[in-house]
């Protein structure tokens, strides 16, 4: 109805829905703030240099991450997600038991580097909010093994930089690291509890849980230093 009031009106009502970040931002100073209020250790980070996140997630630790504007909608787009090395098959039951405390058999879905999609999927093609599965190629299941269901498919989300240009940065830095253009991508959250918003309630999450770092804005924190 309000579409069609709105074209009785002279206003064109359609819209093409090229990314999901419309929920509400927090600047570095708010993140600080929050920071400060929990005592913890963390640095300041170029988001131009991403090699040291690459880096945590190559070494097999879980990375929360926090930037931007929330996603709206059921899935976590990289703006409140935590991610993982799909590489390594036991990270399921490594980010099930120790982050989301949920179920072992609960699945895990995939973010992939846009333009890599056929390489890694039968019928292959972006798909930016995690909506559509894809028959994952058998000659690739063993690369992927933490992200592939049992029935060989798989939920993927496609990302440019153009929409998101940390979480891409951090895919493009750790596709050069291991050849593999594909990370564990979870929501921020905990199993029975709304994806993260504020930052305290990242900050919450994280010391709350086993995730090993987290990047918040443009800050780094890393439980090694605790």
């Known amino acids: 109805a309000a579409m069609e009031r709105s074209r009785q009106r002279g206003v064109d009502p359609r819209f093409e829905l090229k990314h999901a970040y419309y929920g509400p931002n927090f600047e570095d100073e708010e993140i600080e703030t929050a ?19 690459a880096d945590l997630l190559v070494e097999k630790n879980v990375v929360g991450l ?36 949920r179920e072992p058999w609960r699945p895990f879905a995939p973010v992939i580097l846009e333009g ?13 909010f995690m909506m559509k599965a894809f028959t994952v190629r058998e000659e690739k299941r063993h690369e992927i093994p933490a992200v592939v269901h049992v029935d060989g498919t798989c939920r993927p989300q496609s990302i440019s930089r153009e929409w998101n240009p940390l979480y891409h940065d ?57």
């Open 35 to 53: 920071l400060s209020k929990v005592k913890v250790a963390y640095k300041r980070i170029d988001r131009n240099d991403v090699g040291e996140i």
């Open 170 to 226: 951090i895919l493009t830095a750790f596709h050069q690291k291991t050849g593999v253009p594909v990370l564990l991508n979870t929501s921020f959250n905990v199993r029975g509890e709304p994806i993260v918003c504020r930052p305290i309630e990242a900050l919450r999450c994280y010391m709350g849980t086993g995730m090993d770092a987290l990047v918040i804005g443009s800050f780094l924190l890393k439980k090694a230093d605790l």
């Open 116 to 128: 890599y999609e056929d390489e890694y999927f039968v019928d292959g093609r972006p798909s930016r």
């Open 66 to 101: 926090y930037t931007g504007r929330n996603e709206f909608g059921a899935r976590a787009l990289g703006a409140r997600s935590i991610l993982a090395d799909p590489r390594h098959a036991d990270m399921l039951d490594i980010v099930n038991a120790s982050v989301k405390f």
